[in-house]
């Protein structure tokens, strides 16, 4: 009834522990005013809240201004003296929020300044989120931010025998309200462990789980066992072992049998020797052979290493076929040759060794090498030599022969001459020449090796008379005019053939239909044209054109890389005289195999040696006279393009990618220009070298391989890589060099996608409908639109409106040069940038929410994330990046490509939308 009500009430101090903000929720009544007579002017319905932080319990020191005011608390109901006596007295209650707090605990307290009321309750406490259990990590106790927007990021620990996936910590966020978001990152089971719930459980006695990575344990391979749980491998039977480089989920395997069958054959001081395969390989694949020799004594025998002087073709040790030759042993000699099988895990044996022995007495040996040559005298057409006998004739000999050829011919093409003496005259040379020589003698034990090269150049011959062009000048007119007429000719039916349309020229494409006119100049066909091996009866002799013969001694296999078609793919070394190695990569043909895939092998070689170009793979050269055939070309350190570019995901620039296009685009045009159809573009078939040099591969006859994955599409004469083939080729089997453009446009997509499978996940039969209906596949993410639309003008239905490989590469000269170029499109098509839109395409200017949209693409999952982030309406989203679709926290590299290629789709068809005057 008292004016200038101040009463106070306090509690005691509150240690406020790890909390930051501070929930109090107030449960009080309060009387009307209207409903006390005579207290108008001094009666209030509100009371005031106050706190004060400090770092301990002060007492009643606290004077009322150090309390920091909170809010003035009002009512939402009030009773009335009736209510009272009939009890219904209305509760009120309100929450209000204190933080951050900074000091170890705080005081609350209410000030009444004249109010009638009863604070019932006072609850004071803070927010925070319960552990838990995800993706095998647990999260303790976390207590909330300071701010109501704040969220508390805690790193997750593995549960017990889990671990850290790789750069895959696990981590939640706790959010402002007390609730887990979305885990990111995740633990995985150790070796030996398999999860079972929210745990990881060891695997059971007979099972094993090698890595981290398995899902499930499973069962011991054969011939292994274990007797204990969690075990990450099993040990191997008695007999049985594993070597070093077998994972665990390689069974034990043991050494194989001895060789079977072992025979030979002797001439003089050289040993051939075969055998057949062990009976059993002790369950591996990787058996080789090795050759031990010895040389004995005939009585009493005893056996003594032959020591560095023989020699072992292909080698001693190491032999994948089942045979060798020995060569330089002594004549007349006793010897014995052990060969014996061995496989990955012989050398862990330790059992007794199996092989095949043989005793072979020698013969009388050939001469040794004549190395002292002389030249007596050079004459213009005529040189003449002289020698020293071989310092180890090993017999009388009867003759000698001397080989020569011209230097610039190297040994392909040579001569021989022979003679009873030391000495000997070559004639019928040509003047100004050089010449090789070489020498060996024959004995009735046959011929020895060539002796060293010896070079000699002939002398030069007088100068002809050179006749004066004024002693037929009637010729010469002639000729000139005749010149004349053939080049107007061809300049009159190049312009009427060249006529531009959409940009590029309308040349038919066909084969060796391709003189043109481009760029204001007549383009011929090359003097230079690819003729096909197949228009040879003898095969052998196209391969013997086209390839250089190799000696197999110049040839190191290091490691087999791959398999292909018709054997192993290596890495080796190549050294020829007088040269240094390189480093190569080496095709061979498997043992067994017929004439046909003989054939069918060397085709490719007789195809690649007509090629010289820096951006087509360099042919080294061919073995065919030795075992096993090869086919051996540059080593491209880098290997396919595609794999490449998946491996080094984003990590390049625009332009590093239009120059290896470009790298491309140049190889093809030297192709085209041969008269050469590739058929078979593609990223897979591009190699990529240590300097990111691009080089095409793959010019088998085949073409595409029965078991490629690709090929799936069959028509009459084989099956086709639909995804990269052009439209005329799938349905009438029409390849020219238009159709490679196509393909090219297929490579062009995958390099700006990082090697993605065109298409994605369509069927075949879904392509080529897709494509017959006008469906051209989307830009990739961040491709300029000028990249893009070359690759449409690739893939115009029309092969006529096709650029040629000369064009394409100009385009991407200019680019290069100019790479403001990249950002607008080049040529003078009118039909629209963006790809046409496939009808199964969904329509994203139809959702009504962003909500609607991630359902759509079924990346619901990241309803908050987007939510959180304050993306509210589809056009937001249509202005996003890759960096605004990371710092969402999504991090599958497979979910944000998808999310942007929607994006991106989106942001397409309402681009189209605001072209066509529709209002979006």
Same mark, same amino acid.
Request: aromatic residues 8%.
């Given at each position: 009834?008292?004016?200038?009500?101040?009463?106070?009430?306090?509690?005691?101090?509150?240690?406020?522990g790890n909390a930051q903000r501070i929930f109090v929720e107030l449960k009080f009544t309060l009387r009307d005013c209207n409903s006390l007579p005579g207290v108008v002017g001094t009666c209030k319905e509100t009371f005031n809240l106050y706190y004060q932080e400090t770092d301990s319990e002060v007492g009643r020191s606290l004077r009322e201004n150090q309390y920091v005011k909170i809010d003035t608390i009002a009512a939402d109901e009030s009773f009335t003296q009736g209510d009272l006596g009939e009890r219904k007295m209305k509760l009120n209650t309100e929450v209000r929020i204190i933080g951050p707090l900074s000091r170890r605990g705080f005081y609350l307290a209410f000030q009444d300044v004249g109010a009638c009321i009863a604070l019932v309750s006072v609850k004071v406490y803070y927010k925070k989120c319960w552990s838990i259990i995800e993706n095998l990590a647990t999260f303790p106790d976390t207590v909330t931010g300071s701010e109501f927007s704040s969220l508390v990021e805690?790193?997750?620990?593995?549960?017990?025998?889990?671990?850290?996936?790789?750069?895959?910590?696990?981590?939640?966020?706790?959010?402002?309200?007390?609730?887990?978001?979305?885990?990111?990152?995740?633990?995985?089971?150790?070796?030996?462990?398999?999860?079972?719930?929210?745990?990881?459980?060891?695997?059971?006695?007979?099972?094993?789980?090698?890595?981290?990575?398995?899902?499930?344990?499973?069962?011991?391979?054969?011939?292994?066992?274990?007797?204990?749980?969690?075990?990450?491998?099993?040990?191997?039977?008695?007999?049985?072992?594993?070597?070093?480089?077998?994972?665990?989920?390689?069974?034990?395997?043991?050494?194989?049998?001895?060789?079977?069958?072992?025979?030979?054959?002797?001439?003089?001081?050289?040993?051939?020797?075969?055998?057949?395969?062990?009976?059993?390989?002790?369950?591996?694949?990787?058996?080789?052979?090795?050759?031990?020799?010895?040389?004995?004594?005939?009585?009493?025998?005893?056996?003594?290493?032959?020591?560095?002087?023989?020699?072992?073709?292909?080698?001693?040790?190491?032999?994948?076929?089942?045979?060798?030759?020995?060569?330089?042993?002594?004549?007349?000699?006793?010897?014995?040759?052990?060969?014996?099988?061995?496989?990955?895990?012989?050398?862990?044996?330790?059992?007794?060794?199996?092989?095949?022995?043989?005793?072979?007495?020698?013969?009388?040996?050939?001469?040794?090498?004549?190395?002292?040559?002389?030249?007596?005298?050079?004459?213009?057409?005529?040189?003449?030599?002289?020698?020293?006998?071989?310092?180890?004739?090993?017999?009388?000999?009867?003759?000698?022969?001397?080989?020569?050829?011209?230097?610039?011919?190297?040994?392909?093409?040579?001569?021989?001459?022979?003679?009873?003496?030391?000495?000997?005259?070559?004639?019928?040379?040509?003047?100004?020449?050089?010449?090789?020589?070489?020498?060996?003698?024959?004995?009735?034990?046959?011929?020895?090796?060539?002796?060293?090269?010896?070079?000699?150049?002939?002398?030069?011959?007088?100068?002809?008379?050179?006749?004066?062009?004024?002693?037929?000048?009637?010729?010469?007119?002639?000729?000139?005019?005749?010149?004349?007429?053939?080049?107007?000719?061809?300049?009159?039916?190049?312009?009427?053939?060249?006529?531009?349309?959409?940009?590029?020229?309308?040349?038919?494409?066909?084969?060796?239909?391709?003189?043109?006119?481009?760029?204001?100049?007549?383009?011929?066909?090359?003097?230079?044209?690819?003729?096909?091996?197949?228009?040879?009866?003898?095969?052998?002799?196209?391969?013997?054109?086209?390839?250089?013969?190799?000696?197999?001694?110049?040839?190191?296999?290091?490691?087999?890389?791959?398999?292909?078609?018709?054997?192993?793919?290596?890495?080796?070394?190549?050294?020829?005289?007088?040269?240094?190695?390189?480093?190569?990569?080496?095709?061979?043909?498997?043992?067994?195999?017929?004439?046909?895939?003989?054939?069918?092998?060397?085709?490719?070689?007789?195809?690649?040696?007509?090629?010289?170009?820096?951006?087509?793979?360099?042919?080294?050269?061919?073995?065919?006279?030795?075992?096993?055939?090869?086919?051996?070309?540059?080593?491209?350190?880098?290997?396919?393009?595609?794999?490449?570019?998946?491996?080094?995901?984003?990590?390049?620039?625009?332009?590093?990618?239009?120059?290896?296009?470009?790298?491309?685009?140049?190889?093809?045009?030297?192709?085209?220009?041969?008269?050469?159809?590739?058929?078979?573009?593609?990223?897979?078939?591009?190699?990529?070298?240590?300097?990111?040099?691009?080089?095409?591969?793959?010019?088998?006859?085949?073409?595409?391989?029965?078991?490629?994955?690709?090929?799936?599409?069959?028509?009459?004469?084989?099956?086709?890589?639909?995804?990269?083939?052009?439209?005329?080729?799938?349905?009438?089997?029409?390849?020219?060099?238009?159709?490679?453009?196509?393909?090219?446009?297929?490579?062009?997509?995958?390099?700006?996608?990082?090697?993605?499978? %065109?298409?994605? #996940?369509? &069927?075949?039969? !879904?392509?080529?409908?897709?494509?017959?209906? $006008?469906?051209? /596949?989307? =830009?990739?993410?961040?491709?300029?639109?000028?990249?893009?639309?070359?690759?449409?003008?690739?893939?115009?239905?029309?092969?006529?409106?096709?650029?040629?490989?000369?064009?394409?590469?100009?385009?991407?000269?200019?680019?290069?040069?100019?790479?403001?170029?990249?950002?607008?499109?080049?040529?003078?098509?009118?039909?629209?940038?963006? %790809?046409?839109? #496939?009808? &199964?395409?969904? !329509?994203?200017?139809?959702?009504?929410?962003? $909500?609607?949209? /991630?359902? =759509?693409?079924?990346?619901?999952?990241?309803?908050?994330?987007?939510?959180?982030?304050?993306?509210?309406?589809?056009?937001?989203?249509?202005?996003?990046?890759?960096?605004?679709?990371?710092?969402?926290?999504?991090?599958?590299?497979?979910?944000?490509?998808?999310?942007?290629?929607?994006?991106?789709?989106?942001?397409?068809?309402?681009?189209?939308?605001?072209?066509?005057?529709?209002?979006?």
């Open positions: 009834m008292e004016p200038n009500q101040n009463n106070w009430l306090r509690t005691n101090w509150i240690e406020k805690v790193e997750g620990m593995c549960v017990s025998d889990a671990e850290e996936e790789a750069d895959n910590s696990p981590k939640m966020h706790c959010s402002a309200e007390g609730e887990w978001l979305v885990p990111i990152g995740k633990c995985i089971c150790k070796a030996g462990f398999h999860q079972k719930g929210d745990a990881c459980e060891p695997c059971g006695r007979g099972f094993y789980k090698s890595s981290s990575q398995d899902l499930q344990c499973s069962r011991c391979p054969a011939h292994s066992f274990n007797d204990r749980e969690g075990s990450w491998r099993c040990d191997c039977e008695d007999g049985y072992y594993r070597a070093l480089s077998d994972p665990p989920s390689v069974a034990c395997t043991r050494p194989p049998s001895a060789p079977q069958n072992l025979v030979y054959n002797i001439n003089q001081t050289t040993v051939s020797l075969e055998w057949s395969p062990p009976a059993d390989t002790g369950g591996r694949n990787d058996v080789t052979y090795r050759v031990i020799c010895r040389r004995c004594s005939w009585e009493p025998e005893e056996c003594v290493p032959c020591g560095p002087n023989v020699g072992y073709s292909p080698a001693q040790s190491g032999l994948v076929d089942s045979y060798v030759t020995i060569v330089d042993l002594l004549a007349h000699a006793n010897y014995t040759f052990e060969v014996e099988a061995v496989n990955g895990v012989s050398d862990l044996s330790r059992t007794q060794r199996l092989f095949a022995a043989v005793s072979i007495a020698t013969g009388q040996a050939a001469p040794s090498q004549v190395s002292e040559v002389i030249k007596e005298k050079v004459q213009q057409r005529s040189i003449q030599l002289s020698w020293q006998e071989p310092h180890q004739p090993n017999g009388v000999i009867t003759e000698y022969e001397i080989k020569y050829y011209e230097k610039d011919q190297k040994d392909r093409i040579y001569s021989t001459v022979r003679s009873k003496s030391t000495s000997a005259t070559v004639n019928n040379l040509k003047p100004s020449t050089a010449y090789v020589f070489q020498i060996r003698a024959f004995t009735e034990a046959g011929y020895g090796t060539y002796g060293p090269r010896l070079e000699i150049t002939t002398k030069e011959e007088a100068t002809a008379a050179i006749v004066s062009s004024e002693q037929n000048p009637v010729i010469i007119i002639a000729v000139v005019a005749v010149a004349g007429t053939i080049i107007l000719v061809f300049m009159v039916f190049g312009f009427i053939i060249g006529r531009r349309h959409c940009g590029y020229s309308k040349a038919d494409q066909e084969g060796d239909e391709e003189l043109y006119f481009h760029y204001g100049y007549i383009k011929f066909p090359g003097t230079k044209t690819y003729i096909d091996p197949e228009t040879y009866e003898d095969p052998n002799r196209a391969v013997h054109q086209f390839a250089k013969e190799l000696d197999a001694s110049c040839i190191k296999i290091e490691r087999v890389i791959g398999a292909g078609e018709f054997g192993e793919v290596c890495s080796g070394r190549l050294k020829l005289p007088g040269k240094r190695d390189v480093s190569v990569a080496i095709k061979t043909l498997k043992v067994g195999y017929t004439e046909k895939q003989r054939r069918d092998f060397l085709c490719e070689a007789s195809i690649m040696g007509q090629f010289d170009h820096p951006n087509v793979v360099h042919l080294e050269g061919v073995v065919t006279r030795g075992k096993p055939v090869m086919i051996v070309i540059e080593y491209m350190e880098n290997g396919s393009l595609d794999a490449f570019l998946r491996k080094h995901d984003g990590q390049f620039t625009v332009i590093q990618l239009v120059g290896m296009l470009r790298g491309i685009a140049a190889g093809m045009r030297y192709l085209s220009d041969m008269g050469y159809v590739h058929r078979d573009l593609a990223a897979r078939n591009i190699l990529v070298n240590s300097n990111l040099v691009c080089k095409v591969s793959d010019f088998g006859l085949s073409r595409v391989i029965d078991d490629d994955p690709e090929a799936v599409y069959t028509t009459t004469g084989g099956k086709i890589p639909v995804r990269w083939t052009a439209p005329e080729a799938i349905q009438y089997r029409k390849f020219t060099s238009a159709s490679d453009v196509w393909s090219y446009g297929i490579v062009m997509w995958e390099v700006m996608s990082y090697g993605e499978r %065109p298409y994605w #996940d369509m &069927s075949n039969q !879904d392509v080529i409908k897709a494509i017959e209906e $006008g469906y051209r /596949l989307p =830009a990739p993410m961040d491709c300029p639109p000028g990249l893009h639309q070359l690759m449409l003008d690739c893939w115009q239905k029309d092969r006529a409106e096709r650029p040629k490989f000369d064009q394409i590469v100009g385009i991407l000269d200019k680019m290069i040069r100019n790479p403001n170029t990249l950002k607008t499109p080049v040529g003078t098509c009118t039909r629209p940038i963006s %790809p046409l839109l #496939d009808q &199964s395409t969904p !329509d994203f200017t139809a959702f009504r929410s962003v $909500g609607e949209w /991630l359902e =759509a693409i079924k990346m619901e999952r990241y309803r908050d994330n987007f939510t959180a982030a304050g993306y509210s309406s589809l056009e937001s989203v249509a202005r996003m990046s890759i960096e605004d679709v990371m710092s969402l926290g999504i991090t599958l590299v497979g979910h944000q490509k998808k999310i942007m290629s929607s994006i991106q789709t989106m942001r397409a068809q309402m681009l189209h939308l605001h072209g066509t005057g529709v209002q979006v």
